[in-house]
């Protein structure tokens, strides 16, 4: 029996921001798995559901720091240095989250802990990703 991969977890309440108001609270929950090295999973709790978002751990980490990302998902510091931003964009809409940049960075270094940077491509199963892509067929 293999050791099985550290799981780091966290639960951050975001703030949504909206127009004119102040920022609605969001409770996500985040997640790192060994067994995924290179990816931070996000789930915000949206209504009745959880809407699950995966992204790199180097963007946010690089997020906390500076303007990050190009695609579906951004992170940025905000004007408040306290806080970061984080931009997701869906075919379905948009959303703008707030977050303290404290309790992210505490999470990522937990996640340090366990795999650290540069020491990823260690955990990643190649053999087992490529499995998963052959059973979508």
Same mark, same amino acid.
């Given at each position: 029996?293999g050791i099985e991969p ?16 102040? =920022? ?9 798995? &060994? %067994? !995924?090295?290179?990816? @931070?999973? /996000?789930?915000?709790? *949206? ?19 500076? =303007? ?9 510091? &905000? %004007? !408040?240095?306290?806080? @970061?931003? /984080?931009?997701?964009? *869906? ?42 892509? *052959?059973?979508?067929?």
């Open positions: 029996m550290p799981v780091v977890r966290a639960t951050v309440i975001f703030g949504l921001r909206t127009f004119g108001a102040v =920022p609605l609270p969001v409770r996500a929950d985040l997640e790192y798995d &060994a %067994a !995924d090295p290179y990816a @931070v999973s /996000v789930g915000y709790h *949206a209504g009745t559901g959880v809407v699950r978002w995966l992204f790199g751990r180097d963007l946010l980490a690089d997020g906390l720091l500076a =303007p990050a990302g190009d695609g579906d998902v951004r992170v940025r510091p &905000a %004007a !408040d240095e306290s806080q @970061v931003l /984080v931009e997701l964009n *869906a075919p379905d809409g948009s959303a703008v989250l707030e977050a303290e940049a404290a309790e992210l960075a505490d999470f990522l270094d937990r996640t340090y802990d366990e795999v650290p940077f540069g020491d990823e491509a260690l955990w990643f199963d190649f053999d087992r990703e490529l499995s998963k892509l *052959a059973m979508r067929d």
